[in-house]
């Protein structure tokens, strides 16, 4: 079956400190992980991977993909209270998308 | 572009009560599909289309059903609502299928089931 597990479940931080999400993956067919971040309401994209070892930058936000060993980071570097929020790992496995439960991140001022 | 539109945002519905969430997208896609997000579980996909007329069933189907009679439109419909059906519901839309293409959420119905 495929599954998707993401670490920690929740974590908290103080303002300007470095945080690493983790997504780990076993799946049929992988074809791509995605990151979506979740405020209040819906998710929206962060970064798409298909290949190991490429970095992919979005500000303070990076993400890194592992295909040997079947996990992804995303690390988010001097974190703001803007951070807070439900960070979602997902896996394309044959076009159907494989979500993980959500890393529940709090920035504390 | 409206992006994807969800109606309406809270639903209480009675045990046996039937309904049916809207959704529609204004972005051509052809993709679409539901998800529902209970608290400590990931998305779980209830029904997908990849396109007017084509529909098909995801993880969690049962007691759901779906219809996509043009591109932009893509209905859920409850037959008759339990309590395990109270959940945050989303619907999203991309160009294609799978995870190549960003998924659009629309804003999400929360219902309650009593």
């Known amino acids: 079956e495929d599954k998707v597990v993401q670490s920690p479940l929740s974590l908290v931080v103080h303002e300007g400190d470095t945080v690493t999400l983790n997504c780990s993956y076993e799946?049929?067919?992988?074809?791509?992980l995605l990151w979506y971040k979740q405020e209040k309401k819906a998710p929206t994209f962060l970064f798409m991977l298909?290949?190991s070892g490429i970095e992919k930058k979005s500000g303070r936000l990076s993400s890194i993909l592992d295909k040997k060993e079947l996990f992804s980071i995303l690390n988010i570097t001097a974190t703001q209270t803007g951070d807070s929020a439900v960070y979602l790992c997902a896996v394309d496995s044959n076009y159907q998308l494989i979500w993980g439960a959500g890393t529940k991140l709090i920035i504390k001022p | 572009n409206a992006g994807v539109t969800q109606t309406p945002k809270f639903q209480v519905l009675k045990t046996g009560q039937s309904m049916t969430l809207q959704c529609a997208q204004d972005m051509n896609h052809e993709y679409m599909s539901w998800y529902r997000q209970d608290p400590g579980m990931g998305l779980r996909l209830i029904h997908y289309s990849v396109g007017a007329g084509i529909t098909d069933q995801g993880e969690v189907p049962n007691g759901y059903n779906v219809s996509r009679s043009t591109t932009e439109d893509f209905p859920l419909r409850l037959l008759s609502a339990a309590p395990s059906q109270t959940s945050v519901y989303f619907c999203?839309?991309?160009?294609?299928?799978?995870?190549?293409?960003?998924?659009?959420f629309g804003p999400g119905t929360r219902l309650t089931v009593l």
């Open positions: 799946v049929t067919n992988f074809r791509s």
């Open positions: 999203a839309s991309s160009y294609r299928r799978g995870g190549t293409d960003t998924q659009y």
């Open positions: 298909t290949s």
